[in-house]
């Protein structure tokens, strides 16, 4: 019996389910929080082993001056730049942050939405719950992980030298932020009926949020007014190891319960299995859908016009970086042998390796969704018809190869547009463009092994793709990874537009083409889940 409350209380069975939810997630959220306290470890050392002298430090202190390193990183207030524990709340945080309110964007969605569309949610229900239980134990869920991480994560940096006091600090502000999001999860959760549509629109406002912050310290480096509109900046301004205050703690903690009693209120006046707002299809005039691959694109339309925006919005800002990297170069000795050694080509080789690597994780959303679809009974029925395997798993195949050729033009663009409005180069907008779109082999073979992991039925496959193409092209160097290792990242592979390995992406295509067939030749024997 899963009541632990009076059963005319609209939170009766909230433990249990907490209890279930944490028994559910136990590894999924271990390896969050493992990874997350490495980094409080790892950086650190990281940084004291690329940057031991104090002038090495200065030319990084001043390569995240420039527009787009402030809008990666965070605001620098002027004081003691070059101490370490500055330079780890400057350059960590915002980092920390997005991780953080992924990870409690996900876990909220998963236990409140995700069950009501899958019908887990009808199970449950069906025995003495409260009404505002199930979300009421997702953000308890999120609100004890979220201690833990701060937690472990202090512990973890202030082990390796750190001030505790700032230390806590900086962990509390970023756990505070990421639960602030895993309440606004739990509102876009009451606002639509999909569990995709919800994600979607919390990250996107979590992009949002980190846009308005960086343009914001643009603006001022030390943070304006449209700073403050976004609760990163309000993490980032409690201005830990430089001068410490904890009051902007309290509009953070305002702003969970303002929207706690959204999501109360919101679910208290909708239908279970229905949203406040309509979904597109549920007008009388929404178009039919034509054939499986079209499915796939409607399904993903929302999640591909979101991501589509903020490539755009942050290639642009990285095209932007071009000019203050080519200003900056004249007083550092350090870039100034960088670009010379690659060209200003080497550098929009590496913008836009980063923005691929991002993508990819956009085609590997599309594909593992395939598992899901299975999971909730909707990939049974479309195979009950009509509809092969083959034909299932291969539309989901096109359909995120055709959002990554979209997401990558709008970063080529986005790029070309920064940097040739900035250079007063207008032909660098079709060539950067262009060069963004060499990267769809990469994004085959990506997509291939997630479709890969999910004839597998192990869906965490594909993520791992992406962790290894992000790992490889960041933090390769610093790691000291064998260079064999970092080339076999198919993103580290291309190089557009400083040259166009004509044969490597001839490879990624026969590759991407064999795993595609082997991922569908599993996926043709295998039972449905």
């Known amino acids: 019996m899963i009541a632990t409350a009076p059963p005319n209380s609209p939170l009766t069975g909230t433990a249990a389910l907490v209890r279930f939810a944490l028994r559910r997630d136990r590894i999924r959220l271990s390896v969050w929080i493992s990874v997350l306290t490495l980094m409080m470890v790892y950086a650190p050392n990281a940084i004291k082993l690329a940057y031991p002298g104090e002038a090495q430090r200065q030319a990084r202190v001043n390569l995240l001056k420039t527009p787009a390193g402030i ?23 915002l980092t920390l942050i997005v991780a953080a309110s992924i990870m409690t964007i996900q876990t909220v969605v998963r236990h409140t939405r995700a069950e009501e569309e899958s019908g887990a949610a009808e199970l449950v229900l069906s025995s003495v719950v409260g009404g505002h239980a199930r979300t009421g134990a997702a953000l308890i869920v999120i609100l004890l992980v979220n201690t833990v991480l701060a937690v472990t994560m202090t512990i973890a940096m202030a082990a390796t030298g750190f001030a505790v006091v700032d230390t806590a600090a900086m962990c509390l502000g970023v756990t505070a932020v990421a639960t602030v999001f895993g309440a606004l999860a739990a509102v876009s959760a009451q606002l639509w009926r999909q569990a995709r549509t ?12 980190v846009l308005v912050r960086g343009a914001g310290d643009v603006i001022d480096n030390s943070g304006s007014t449209l700073s403050w509109f976004s609760p990163i900046a309000w993490a980032q301004q409690m201005r830990p190891f430089v001068a410490l205050r904890w009051w902007p703690l309290g509009p953070l903690a305002a702003l969970i319960v303002v929207l706690v009693a959204t999501t109360v209120a919101l679910e208290s006046r909708r239908q279970y299995d229905d949203g406040v707002l309509a979904s597109s299809g549920e007008h009388a005039r929404a178009r039919p ?10 399904i993903q339309r929302g999640l591909t016009a979101g991501w589509a925006i903020g490539l755009l919005i942050a290639g642009a800002a990285f095209g932007s970086m071009t000019k203050s990297l080519l200003d900056a ?11 010379s050694a690659h060209g200003t080509d080497g550098v929009y080789t590496t913008m836009t390796q980063f923005l691929a690597a991002a993508t990819t994780a956009y085609v590997v959303a599309v594909v593992v969704r395939l598992h899901r679809d299975e ?6 029925a479309v195979l009950a018809g009509s509809v092969s395997r083959w034909t299932w798993l291969l539309s989901a195949i096109g359909a995120a190869m055709t959002g990554a ?6 970063a080529g663009l986005g790029n070309g547009l920064g940097a040739g409005l900035t250079l007063g180069e207008p032909q660098t907008v079709v060539r950067l463009t262009l060069a963004a779109l060499a990267f769809l082999p990469a994004m085959a073979v990506v997509a291939s ?3 890969l992991g999910v004839a597998l039925q192990h869906p965490g496959i594909g993520w791992l793709a992406v962790i290894f193409v992000v790992v490889a092209l960041y933090l390769g160097a610093l790691l000291r990874l064998p260079r064999w290792l970092i080339e076999a990242s198919p993103v580290g592979r291309t190089t557009a537009p400083s040259s166009i390995p004509v044969v490597a992406l001839g490879v990624m295509a026969i590759v991407a083409t064999a795993v595609t067939m082997a991922a569908g030749f599993s996926y043709r024997h295998r039972d449905v889940v």
């Not at 994600?199 to 949020?209: C, D, Q, R, V």
């Not at 859908?289 to 409607?298: A, D, K, Q, W």
């Not at 999971?375 to 049974?380: Q, T």
């Not at 050729?405 to 709008?410: H, I, P, R």
Request: aromatic content about 2%; proline content about 1%.
């Open 71 to 93: 809008m990666l990183g965070g605001p620098m207030f002027g004081g003691n730049e070059t101490d370490l524990g500055v330079m780890m709340a400057n350059e960590l945080t």
């Open 405 to 410: 050729a979209v997401l990558l033009a709008c």
């Open 289 to 298: 859908v034509g054939g499986v691959f079209g499915l796939h694109l409607t």
């Open 449 to 451: 092994i997630a479709a």
């Open 329 to 339: 170069a004249s007083g550092n000795e350090l870039l100034a042998r960088v670009l």
């Open 198 to 209: 919800a994600t979607g629109a919390s990250l996107a406002a979590l992009a949002a949020a």
């Open 375 to 380: 999971e909730s009974g909707i990939g049974e």
